[in-house]
């Protein structure tokens, strides 16, 4: 098995990575006017209150992979990598669904198309560990940056709501 296999079929155990402090942006040594790259990291509340919706912002999270593909495409050489991660609340087993950046679209879609809504017991959500773990991803220096989240419910923490929670 190559290396490229291994590190796709390694388990990551994201909980874990939270406690890591954000990395240096990856310099690629591209030049970013020549070889121009579009990053995207979507993030997804996937709790159990989004069940109604997760379907239609599935959908959505894959249009805009589409319009942005086919505008790169219009703009000429421009390259896109996407991340996604899929958050739940704190307490839940299955927390965090992550993608890790690439190329290769299809495989992004695929995932987000797979992902399911489960979990989550107060209103706010653990919006905070989907952004910190997107901010842990693969960025590049020479990169445009996007982020787009999809949610139906706010963070933890009193002072951004006044919802019903269970870690304030």
């Known amino acids: 098995m190559d290396t490229k296999n291994q590190q796709k079929n390694q388990v990551v155990d994201w909980v874990a990575k939270l406690k ?3 990395k240096e942006l990856r310099v690629t040594g591209e030049d970013d006017e020549a070889n121009p790259t579009l990053e995207i990291a979507l993030l997804m509340d996937c709790t159990s209150s989004m069940s109604s919706w997760i379907l239609k912002a599935k959908e959505t ?13 219009d703009e000429g050489n421009l390259a896109v990598r996407v991340s996604f991660v899929g958050y739940r609340d704190i307490k839940d087993t299955h927390r965090f669904r992550v993608m890790e950046f690439t190329d290769d679209i299809q495989a992004v879609k695929d995932f987000i198309s797979a992902t399911q809504a489960e979990g989550g017991a107060d209103e706010p959500e653990d919006l905070q560990g989907g952004l910190k773990l997107s901010l842990l991803q693969d960025w590049t220096e ?5 982020v787009f989240i999809i949610c139906d419910a706010p963070c ?3 002072q951004y709501h006044s919802c019903s929670d269970d870690y304030p």
């Open 20 to 22: 890591d402090q954000p």
């Open 142 to 146: 020479e990169a445009t940056k996007r």
């Open 156 to 158: 933890h923490g009193k």
């Open 61 to 73: 999270l894959i249009t805009i992979i589409d319009k942005i593909i086919q505008e790169c495409k």
